[in-house]
Protein backbone atom coordinates (compact mmCIF):
# COMPACT_ATOMS: atom_id res chain seq x y z
CA UNK A 1 0.00 0.00 0.00
CA UNK A 2 0.84 3.54 -0.61
CA UNK A 3 0.93 5.74 2.47
CA UNK A 4 1.50 9.69 2.54
CA UNK A 5 2.29 11.76 5.35
CA UNK A 6 2.15 15.56 6.24
CA UNK A 7 5.08 16.70 7.63
CA UNK A 8 6.67 19.92 9.81
CA UNK A 9 10.05 20.73 10.80
CA UNK A 10 12.53 23.46 11.69
CA UNK A 11 15.05 22.70 9.43
CA UNK A 12 18.16 24.48 11.07
CA UNK A 13 19.58 21.43 12.71
CA UNK A 14 19.56 19.43 9.75
CA UNK A 15 21.38 19.48 6.80
CA UNK A 16 18.33 20.11 4.43
CA UNK A 17 15.75 17.36 2.79
CA UNK A 18 17.26 14.84 0.66
CA UNK A 19 19.15 11.82 2.22
CA UNK A 20 23.08 11.83 2.86
CA UNK A 21 25.77 9.63 3.70
CA UNK A 22 25.92 11.79 7.37
CA UNK A 23 22.59 10.77 7.73
CA UNK A 24 21.58 14.45 9.46
CA UNK A 25 18.80 15.33 7.04
CA UNK A 26 15.29 15.41 7.60
CA UNK A 27 14.77 12.51 5.21
CA UNK A 28 17.11 10.36 6.59
CA UNK A 29 15.50 10.71 10.57
CA UNK A 30 12.40 10.23 8.74
CA UNK A 31 13.02 7.34 7.17
CA UNK A 32 14.52 5.51 10.07
CA UNK A 33 11.51 6.62 12.72
CA UNK A 34 9.35 5.16 9.95
CA UNK A 35 11.46 2.29 9.45
CA UNK A 36 10.98 1.24 13.36
CA UNK A 37 7.02 1.63 12.90
CA UNK A 38 7.14 -0.94 10.00
CA UNK A 39 9.83 -3.45 10.88
CA UNK A 40 11.38 -3.13 7.47
CA UNK A 41 13.28 -0.45 5.65
CA UNK A 42 11.05 2.63 4.45
CA UNK A 43 11.92 4.95 1.87
CA UNK A 44 10.27 8.50 1.26
CA UNK A 45 9.47 10.28 -1.90
CA UNK A 46 8.93 14.35 -0.76
CA UNK A 47 6.82 17.05 -2.74
CA UNK A 48 10.21 19.35 -2.43
CA UNK A 49 14.19 18.78 -1.56
CA UNK A 50 14.49 22.11 1.21
CA UNK A 51 17.88 23.19 1.82
CA UNK A 52 19.62 23.27 4.93
CA UNK A 53 18.27 26.06 7.26
CA UNK A 54 14.81 25.95 5.48
CA UNK A 55 11.88 25.24 7.30
CA UNK A 56 8.54 23.14 5.67
CA UNK A 57 4.92 24.31 7.03
CA UNK A 58 3.20 21.84 5.47
CA UNK A 59 5.70 19.79 3.50
CA UNK A 60 4.49 15.95 1.99
CA UNK A 61 5.83 12.71 1.49
CA UNK A 62 4.76 9.10 0.20
CA UNK A 63 6.16 6.09 1.01
CA UNK A 64 5.09 2.40 -0.37
CA UNK A 65 5.01 -0.12 2.24
CA UNK A 66 3.70 -4.23 2.98
CA UNK A 67 2.63 -3.71 6.37
CA UNK A 68 -0.66 -2.49 7.67
CA UNK A 69 -0.71 -0.34 10.35
CA UNK A 70 -3.02 1.75 11.75
CA UNK A 71 -2.67 5.47 10.17
CA UNK A 72 -2.04 7.09 14.02
CA UNK A 73 0.14 4.17 14.28
CA UNK A 74 2.51 5.97 11.36
CA UNK A 75 2.02 9.55 13.18
CA UNK A 76 2.12 8.81 17.01
CA UNK A 77 4.88 5.74 16.31
CA UNK A 78 6.97 8.22 14.02
CA UNK A 79 7.07 11.46 16.08
CA UNK A 80 8.13 9.25 19.33
CA UNK A 81 11.48 8.14 17.42
CA UNK A 82 12.11 11.72 15.84
CA UNK A 83 14.14 14.55 17.42
CA UNK A 84 11.90 17.75 18.11
CA UNK A 85 12.32 19.90 15.31
CA UNK A 86 10.32 17.23 13.41
CA UNK A 87 6.70 16.35 13.38
CA UNK A 88 4.50 14.25 11.04
CA UNK A 89 1.11 15.98 11.11
CA UNK A 90 -0.83 13.18 9.50
CA UNK A 91 -0.86 10.35 7.39
CA UNK A 92 -3.27 9.03 4.89
CA UNK A 93 -3.60 5.62 2.52
CA UNK A 94 -3.14 7.03 -1.00
CA UNK A 95 -4.14 5.11 -4.49
CA UNK A 96 -1.44 3.64 -6.03
CA UNK A 97 -0.88 6.66 -8.98
CA UNK A 98 -0.39 9.23 -6.15
CA UNK A 99 3.12 11.15 -5.93
CA UNK A 100 4.43 13.57 -3.39
CA UNK A 101 6.56 15.36 -5.88
CA UNK A 102 4.43 15.03 -9.45
CA UNK A 103 0.81 14.87 -7.99
CA UNK A 104 1.18 18.27 -7.04
CA UNK A 105 -0.35 21.05 -8.63
CA UNK A 106 1.78 24.08 -7.29
CA UNK A 107 3.71 24.86 -4.18
CA UNK A 108 4.16 28.40 -2.08
CA UNK A 109 6.84 28.85 -0.22
CA UNK A 110 7.56 31.99 2.04
CA UNK A 111 10.08 34.04 3.26
CA UNK A 112 10.02 36.12 6.65
CA UNK A 113 12.91 39.24 6.58
CA UNK A 114 13.24 41.02 9.77
CA UNK A 115 14.24 44.79 8.93
CA UNK A 116 15.65 46.63 11.94
CA UNK A 117 19.46 47.89 12.30
CA UNK A 118 20.37 44.97 15.28
CA UNK A 119 19.64 41.79 14.24
CA UNK A 120 17.05 39.48 15.80
CA UNK A 121 17.73 36.69 18.44
CA UNK A 122 14.82 35.35 19.97
CA UNK A 123 13.78 34.63 16.09
CA UNK A 124 17.31 33.91 15.07
CA UNK A 125 17.56 30.66 12.41
CA UNK A 126 13.72 31.62 11.90
CA UNK A 127 13.85 35.03 10.23
CA UNK A 128 16.36 36.81 7.46
CA UNK A 129 17.59 39.57 8.32
CA UNK A 130 18.50 42.93 6.85
CA UNK A 131 19.61 46.06 8.38
CA UNK A 132 18.41 49.38 6.27
CA UNK A 133 14.98 49.94 5.46
CA UNK A 134 13.36 48.79 2.33
CA UNK A 135 10.51 50.18 0.16
CA UNK A 136 7.95 47.73 0.26
CA UNK A 137 5.95 49.67 -3.13
CA UNK A 138 9.46 48.83 -5.16
CA UNK A 139 9.73 45.48 -3.76
CA UNK A 140 5.57 44.86 -5.60
CA UNK A 141 6.26 46.80 -8.12
CA UNK A 142 9.91 44.39 -9.54
CA UNK A 143 7.84 41.64 -8.20
CA UNK A 144 5.30 42.00 -10.53
CA UNK A 145 7.64 42.09 -13.29
CA UNK A 146 8.27 38.33 -12.86
CA UNK A 147 4.81 36.58 -12.84
CA UNK A 148 4.16 34.35 -15.42
CA UNK A 149 6.29 31.54 -17.51
CA UNK A 150 9.75 32.19 -17.92
CA UNK A 151 12.89 31.13 -18.22
CA UNK A 152 14.53 31.54 -14.88
CA UNK A 153 18.08 31.06 -15.47
CA UNK A 154 19.21 34.24 -14.11
CA UNK A 155 17.57 32.70 -10.65
CA UNK A 156 18.73 29.48 -10.47
CA UNK A 157 21.92 27.70 -8.96
CA UNK A 158 24.79 26.79 -10.83
CA UNK A 159 24.09 23.02 -8.89
CA UNK A 160 20.82 23.23 -9.93
CA UNK A 161 19.91 19.72 -11.59
CA UNK A 162 16.39 21.06 -12.92
CA UNK A 163 15.83 20.03 -16.80
CA UNK A 164 14.02 23.06 -17.60
CA UNK A 165 14.52 26.52 -16.63
CA UNK A 166 11.41 27.16 -17.59
CA UNK A 167 8.79 28.01 -14.73
CA UNK A 168 5.22 29.73 -14.36
CA UNK A 169 5.62 31.95 -11.59
CA UNK A 170 1.94 32.44 -10.40
CA UNK A 171 1.89 34.68 -7.48
CA UNK A 172 4.82 36.88 -6.24
CA UNK A 173 3.18 38.83 -3.31
CA UNK A 174 5.02 41.29 -0.98
CA UNK A 175 3.92 42.74 2.39
CA UNK A 176 4.72 44.28 5.35
CA UNK A 177 3.89 44.02 9.10
CA UNK A 178 5.69 45.89 11.29
CA UNK A 179 9.85 45.32 10.72
CA UNK A 180 8.81 42.37 9.09
CA UNK A 181 8.63 42.05 5.22
CA UNK A 182 6.46 38.59 4.13
CA UNK A 183 7.32 37.44 0.55
CA UNK A 184 4.56 34.71 -0.48
CA UNK A 185 5.68 32.94 -4.06
CA UNK A 186 3.47 30.07 -5.74
CA UNK A 187 4.86 28.28 -8.54
CA UNK A 188 4.29 25.30 -10.42
CA UNK A 189 8.01 24.11 -9.21
CA UNK A 190 11.13 25.70 -7.95
CA UNK A 191 14.33 26.08 -8.99
CA UNK A 192 17.30 25.28 -6.91
CA UNK A 193 17.72 28.72 -5.05
CA UNK A 194 15.34 30.68 -6.77
CA UNK A 195 13.22 32.01 -4.23
CA UNK A 196 16.27 33.10 -1.86
CA UNK A 197 17.74 34.62 -5.24
CA UNK A 198 14.66 36.46 -6.09
CA UNK A 199 14.23 37.59 -2.47
CA UNK A 200 17.95 39.11 -2.81
CA UNK A 201 17.01 41.16 -6.23
CA UNK A 202 14.31 42.20 -4.47
CA UNK A 203 16.25 43.64 -1.40
CA UNK A 204 18.10 45.30 -3.68
CA UNK A 205 15.43 47.41 -5.30
CA UNK A 206 14.06 47.76 -1.53
CA UNK A 207 17.48 49.67 -0.26
CA UNK A 208 17.54 51.83 -3.65
CA UNK A 209 20.55 49.76 -5.13
CA UNK A 210 17.92 49.47 -8.55
CA UNK A 211 15.47 50.74 -9.57
CA UNK A 212 12.30 48.09 -10.02
CA UNK A 213 12.69 47.90 -13.75
CA UNK A 214 16.02 46.47 -13.66
CA UNK A 215 14.20 42.86 -12.36
CA UNK A 216 13.00 42.78 -16.16
CA UNK A 217 16.43 43.30 -16.98
CA UNK A 218 17.91 40.58 -14.81
CA UNK A 219 14.99 37.59 -16.03
CA UNK A 220 15.82 38.48 -19.75
CA UNK A 221 19.50 38.23 -19.55
CA UNK A 222 19.10 34.64 -18.06
CA UNK A 223 22.34 34.95 -16.37
CA UNK A 224 22.78 34.11 -12.97
CA UNK A 225 25.92 36.90 -12.67
CA UNK A 226 23.48 39.64 -13.25
CA UNK A 227 21.81 38.81 -9.98
CA UNK A 228 22.12 39.40 -6.10
CA UNK A 229 23.59 36.96 -4.04
CA UNK A 230 21.63 33.98 -2.82
CA UNK A 231 19.66 35.78 0.64
CA UNK A 232 20.10 33.37 3.21
CA UNK A 233 18.22 30.04 4.08
CA UNK A 234 16.86 31.12 7.23
CA UNK A 235 13.55 32.62 6.65
CA UNK A 236 12.58 30.48 3.92
CA UNK A 237 9.69 28.15 4.60
CA UNK A 238 7.85 25.45 2.36
CA UNK A 239 4.29 26.72 3.49
CA UNK A 240 1.78 24.94 1.29
CA UNK A 241 2.25 22.10 -1.37
CA UNK A 242 -1.35 22.05 -3.46
CA UNK A 243 -3.10 18.85 -4.43
CA UNK A 244 -6.46 18.19 -6.57
CA UNK A 245 -9.16 17.11 -4.21
CA UNK A 246 -9.27 13.99 -6.08
CA UNK A 247 -6.53 12.84 -3.48
CA UNK A 248 -8.56 13.66 -0.31
CA UNK A 249 -5.20 14.76 1.60
CA UNK A 250 -6.11 16.24 5.53
CA UNK A 251 -5.10 19.64 5.78
CA UNK A 252 -1.82 21.26 8.14
CA UNK A 253 -3.05 22.86 11.52
CA UNK A 254 -2.45 26.62 11.43
CA UNK A 255 0.99 27.63 13.53
CA UNK A 256 0.81 31.67 13.70
CA UNK A 257 -0.99 33.73 10.93
CA UNK A 258 2.68 35.74 10.59
CA UNK A 259 3.72 31.74 9.62
CA UNK A 260 0.78 31.14 7.44
CA UNK A 261 0.31 30.20 4.04
CA UNK A 262 -2.25 33.01 3.53
CA UNK A 263 -1.58 36.29 2.61
CA UNK A 264 -3.94 39.20 0.74
CA UNK A 265 -3.86 38.61 -2.70
Wanted: aromatic share 10%; hydrophobic share 45%; charged share 20%.
Amino acid sequence: MKVAIGVTYDGGPFEGWQSQASGRTVQDHLERALTTVASSPVRLVAAGRTDAGVHALGQVAHFETEVERPLQAWVRGANSALPAAIAVQWAQHVPDAFSARYSATARTYRYLLYCHPVRPAVLAGRVGWYHLPLDLEAMQTAGRLLLGEHDFSAFRSIECQAKSPVRNLRRLGVAQRGPYFVFDFTADAFLHHMVRNIVGCLVYVGKGRHAPDWMADVLASRDRSRAAPTFGPAGLYLAEVRYGPEWNLPGFPPIMPFFSAALPE
